[in-house]
């Protein structure tokens, strides 16, 4: 690829723009600095620089985001900033035209804290979010109230919601303190683990209540802070599918 296509690609501007970087001396190629934009390189695994900043050539975006409270999952946020402020402006820009940069893969409510995965791959996104492949994802839930072993059994056995008949079931739950629990689904509704512990007579605190800590096998790292994103490894893509 030619080097003004590759920084396009990874969200550095329009091809003028990432043309005029490669002019004025702000990249360089391998440690290697390089001031035609024409110039061809193999893409695969290609590490650059751009104004002093080093990126690795990626031909899809897998990212995790620790989504801090605060927050919407929203490119137009109506109350709260959204997640993407978050990321820098290549990964929002990536690909250019009307559908650039990374997209969530679902959705966590404002309040909500925990693991998000972000992509450019659309099929990737599809897999992830469609109940129909039943993607485990962990919640730690802090209660308003105390947590015993019927409100445990009921979710497990399964509950109603009000937009559904067919009851909705936690694939997995059990009590971690007097007022947590840790549950596990593999499909996404509406404001869902809320709504589930609101149908056994309890409450998800409004604050720090609730917590995406796993996707799949993959957990959120414990030294990825609220606000901080990396890119995911063949490791933790196998995870996440795991």
């Not at 001396?25 to 193999?42: I, K, M």
């Not at 802090?142 to 409100?151: E, G, L, N, S």
Request: aromatic content about 6%; overall charge neutral; charged content about 20%.
């Amino acid at each position: 690829m030619q080097l003004h296509d590759i920084l396009y690609s990874q969200g550095f501007g329009t091809r003028r723009v990432c043309a005029g970087l490669v002019q004025q001396g702000w990249v360089t190629v391998s440690g290697l600095p390089c001031t035609d934009a024409l110039a061809e390189f193999d893409a695969t695994g290609l590490t650059f620089s751009v104004q002093g900043v080093t990126w690795g050539y990626h031909e899809k975006a897998y990212l995790m985001l620790h989504k801090p409270a605060g927050y919407e999952c929203s490119q137009k946020p109506s109350t709260y900033p959204s997640i993407y402020t978050l990321l820098p402006a290549p990964i929002r820009q990536r690909g250019g035209g009307a559908a650039a940069g990374v997209q969530a893969v679902g959705r966590l409510d404002q309040d909500t804290t925990g693991l998000l995965l972000l992509s450019d791959d659309g099929k990737f996104i599809h897999r992830m979010s469609s109940p129909k492949h039943h993607v485990p994802k962990v919640y730690d839930v802090t209660a308003k109230h105390p947590v015993d072993d019927r409100q445990i059994q009921k979710l497990l056995a399964g509950v109603v919601l009000d937009d559904d008949p067919k009851p909705v079931r936690a694939a997995a739950c059990e009590k971690t303190g007097e007022q947590q629990l840790r549950l596990t689904l593999t499909e996404g509704k509406y404001h869902q683990v809320k709504r589930m512990i609101a149908a056994v007579g309890n409450r998800v605190e409004e604050v720090g209540g609730l917590h995406r800590s796993r996707i799949g096998s993959l957990d959120l790292p414990a030294d990825l802070g609220p606000g901080e994103w990396r890119w995911l490894t063949a490791d933790d893509l196998k995870r996440i599918s795991a």
